[in-house]
């Protein structure tokens, strides 16, 4: 029998950052290697995955394929889940195993079965273990993105970011287009509209916060940072913070300056321009803020004004006189 070339190591099982779907790649390796999966290195959910992937390789026909949804239920159908080419199912419940939410109440929402539920977290995206380590879910279970780029469109990432930081119940309600709210009479048509009017944008002013560039964006964040604080301020200092001020303090902090905080400039560049009375505009403070000099400052040091006339010299022109003639 040739050897069987395997060209990526095995993902460990004792790896802390090991990938969400390391049972499944586990086996996969295992199967491809032609090796058996021992204990205790292998699990049984591993040795169960592994004995599914070598049946279903063999199940080339719809009488198999039965025969193998009833041996492995669960497993069957989330590995279904899994394939599925349209994805927002898999993202609900991605987002839901984040959000803390059990196999049972997963399936209220999604209409899957709890055990289709459970094996879809232990082969497929297995984090309920290690939701206590922050850093691994934002980077591992997560990924880079968060931190790059995020976009309106990243509907996967932005329920995984909701469902971690606010619950099930929370993301329950950003799943579904509009809140349900059935309307019994005429006269509660109004309060319903304004209640899905008032829901649509603050959910949209929560994407925004968590997707809008800094770059480009300097002027807008001041501003709704100003607006905010000014309805704090209104509002009394035992107000609670929303989560668009969060975020909106979040965005600043990125920022290469100080914003709104009280005290002398504390980088030397622009101090330097505040010690000679000059006001940088929005767009300069950035460039200096950056490292660059403003140019609008550096052609008026090199401004040359015309000299004064002398006292003797001739005397200015009168005015002509509309009046005279």
Known sequence: ???????????????????????????????????????????????????????????????????LALRYPGLFEAFKLYQRPDQETRWAVEGYLLGRATPEEISDYTGLEPEAVSWYEK?????????????????????????????????????????????????REWVRPMRCQYVRSSDQVAGAEGAAYVDKLRRKSLVAAQTVPVYGNQAAIFEAWARVCEAQRLGGEGGTETVLLINIQASLR???????????????RLAYYDEQGVELRAQEQMEVAFGRESEAHREALTWKYPEAPAADGPAAAPAPDGDQG
């Open 1 to 67: 029998m040739p050897a069987v070339e395997i060209i990526a190591e095995p993902p460990d099982p004792k790896d802390p950052l090991r990938p969400v779907d390391w049972r499944w790649e586990r086996a996969r390796w295992l199967r491809e290697a032609r090796l058996p999966a021992r204990a205790p290195r292998d699990d049984i959910f591993t040795r169960v995955t592994l004995a599914y992937q070598l049946a279903a390789a063999q199940a080339d026909t719809a009488v198999l394929r039965e025969d």
């Open 123 to 171: 082969c497929f995206f297995n984090v309920v273990p290690r939701l206590k380590h922050e850093t691994y879910v934002v980077t591992v279970a997560m990924g880079r993105e968060v931190h790059h780029g995020l976009m309106e469109r990243d509907v996967a990432l932005l329920w995984k970011m909701v469902g971690y930081a606010m619950g099930h119940v929370v993301l």
């Open 254 to 268: 990125a920022l290469p300056f100080v914003v709104g905080r009280q005290g002398p400039v504390d980088l030397p």
